[in-house]
């Protein structure tokens, strides 16, 4: 049984070794087969790229692609209920994500300055969808929808094939509804390198999104060192879950939620955090009743291992803890959460009220279930609308704006000793084009006054 640990009898250290996650290794070997699958991509494209997938997700392909048509075909297998299921979830991620549509601007930041901030899709997205022994059209969701509302130009997705060298039905129906372009069949490291290079047959793309194992991780963070290589949405880790709860908490319910998080890896942690004592012992309770009934019991209970339970003195330290801890999922289950939400913002996503399972954002609320974990969610955000596409920004100076603002470019140029950047301003006020034009423009606007 889980034991309860007492915040306020233990030692500041001891506190710091409460909060601290499993350690998630990467060993010096496996940064080298990294590398060197990455290398074998660069120089031999499809053919290193097929020869890996046979050597580590055991399956023998004549071609990277998997033909839209046959997406087509699978896509119509998927059950019914599990169609009307992708539906619901793809209606309100859509519904939440299209409110993010991101907005140019226009801004005179003095008369005759104009400063703009306008977006732009990015042109090409990689979507990569972990495989193995479960099929995940969640997360084709979570990264399709976003990338479809952008309207990126080119949309791939690829995911390792099953032992019938293809994606499960659900997983090409969910690709379908996203208006994914083109699919792709392979997992790990190769994966990662083929969309961040390109091969024959596989288009190199300008950002790559998705979750995956250490490989994949690793993979997309030596990638995206290489010179001209992708951007990567955000650093992974494994899955997490921090409830605070007060004594109205159902402990049944923090019980199931802290399982859903567990059954993820061996290496996910969670936490639960109150003020109520008998609250912790009806969660211990719930915890060895629901742990011996889940299929994935051997999982879940490695994952429990590096968890805790904390008894708090009062709800304020349990905040507290959390915004130290800055947890990938936070859940609020308590009888008035609203006077804490202000204090709670160091979390991937905030789940708020006792009917609320985290298990709602993983897959259909609306909200996206690509966080950021190992408390990263200090300074990284969830991730959203805004990350498939690119801001910039333009400036227009004419000649009355630059008149009034061109000595202080000039002061500041010089202070910084950099005369080819004053003599961009100086030559332009000496011209006599700016003469002319600036005397154009101040009659043009005197006789767009009024008499």
């Known amino acids: 049984m889980q034991a309860i640990i007492r915040w306020s009898e233990m030692t500041p250290e001891a506190q710091q070794q409460a909060l601290e996650r499993p350690v998630q290794a990467v060993s010096g070997t496996l940064k080298t087969q990294v590398a060197s699958i990455i290398d074998a991509i660069a120089e031999?494209?499809?053919?290193?790229?097929?020869?890996?997938?046979?050597?580590?997700?055991?399956v023998t392909l004549t071609r990277p692609e998997l033909p839209m048509a046959r997406v087509q075909a699978l896509a119509e297998q998927t059950p019914d209920a599990v169609k009307r299921a992708i539906d619901i979830a793809y209606t309100n991620i859509r519904t939440f994500h299209t409110a993010q549509q991101p907005?140019?601007?226009?801004?005179?930041?003095?008369?005759?300055?104009?400063c703009e901030q306008r977006f732009a899709p990015l042109q090409s997205v990689g979507l990569y969808i972990p495989?193995?022994?479960?099929?995940?059209?969640?997360?084709?969701?979570?990264?399709?929808?976003?990338?479809?509302?952008?309207?990126?130009?080119?949309r791939v997705l690829i995911s390792p094939p099953n032992a019938e060298g293809e994606l499960t039905p659900a997983i090409c129906y969910a690709a379908l509804r996203c208006g994914i372009l083109a699919v792709y069949l392979g997992g790990g490291a190769q994966a990662i390198a083929a969309l961040a290079l390109g091969t024959e047959t596989i288009?190199?793309?300008?950002?790559?999104?998705?979750?995956?194992?250490?490989?994949?991780?690793?993979?997309?963070?030596?990638?995206?060192?290489?010179?001209?290589?992708?951007?990567?949405?955000?650093?992974?880790?494994?899955?997490?879950?921090?409830?605070?709860?007060?004594?109205?908490?159902?402990?049944?319910?923090?019980?199931a939620d802290l399982l859903s998080q567990a059954e993820h890896g061996p290496d996910s942690q969670v936490i639960c955090v109150s003020p109520s004592q008998a609250l912790l012992e009806g969660v211990q309770q719930a915890l060895a009743i629901q742990l011996?009934?889940?299929?994935?019991?051997?999982?879940?209970?490695?994952?429990?291992?590096?968890s805790s339970l904390i008894l708090t003195d009062s709800m304020q330290t349990a905040v507290n803890i959390s915004e130290a801890y800055a947890p990938e999922h936070l859940s609020v289950q308590v009888s008035e959460p609203e006077p804490w939400l202000a204090q709670l913002t160091r979390?991937?996503?905030?789940?708020?009220?006792?009917?609320?399972?985290?298990?709602?954002?993983?897959?259909?609320?609306?909200?996206?279930?690509?966080?950021?974990?190992?408390?990263?969610a200090r300074n990284y955000s969830s991730l959203g609308l805004l990350d498939f596409y690119r801001r910039y920004t333009l400036q227009t100076v004419t000649p009355a704006g630059l008149q009034d603002l061109g000595q202080a470019?000039?002061?500041?140029?010089?202070?910084?000793?950099?005369?080819?950047?004053?003599?961009?301003?100086?030559?332009?006020?000496?011209?006599?084009?700016?003469?002319?034009?600036l005397a154009l423009n101040s009659a043009a606007n005197g006789q767009k006054e009024p008499s």
């Open 44 to 58: 031999q494209g499809d053919q290193a790229f097929l020869e890996l997938t046979a050597r580590f997700d055991g």
């Open 103 to 114: 907005q140019n601007i226009q801004v005179t930041t003095m008369p005759g300055v104009i």
């Open 131 to 154: 495989g193995g022994s479960a099929s995940l059209p969640s997360t084709v969701l979570m990264l399709g929808v976003p990338a479809q509302l952008a309207n990126c130009p080119t």
């Open 203 to 255: 288009p190199a793309v300008d950002k790559i999104f998705g979750p995956g194992n250490a490989y994949v991780t690793e993979a997309k963070q030596q990638v995206s060192q290489r010179v001209g290589g992708p951007a990567i949405d955000l650093p992974a880790g494994p899955s997490e879950l921090l409830v605070i709860a007060d004594d109205t908490a159902d402990p049944a319910f923090v019980a």
């Open 292 to 306: 011996a009934a889940l299929p994935r019991q051997t999982i879940a209970t490695q994952a429990m291992a590096a």
């Open 347 to 376: 979390a991937g996503s905030i789940f708020v009220g006792h009917y609320t399972p985290e298990s709602g954002g993983d897959y259909a609320t609306g909200t996206n279930h690509v966080l950021p974990t190992y408390g990263f």
């Open 409 to 437: 470019i000039i002061d500041l140029a010089a202070e910084e000793s950099l005369d080819a950047h004053l003599r961009a301003v100086s030559l332009r006020l000496e011209s006599e084009r700016f003469q002319q034009d």
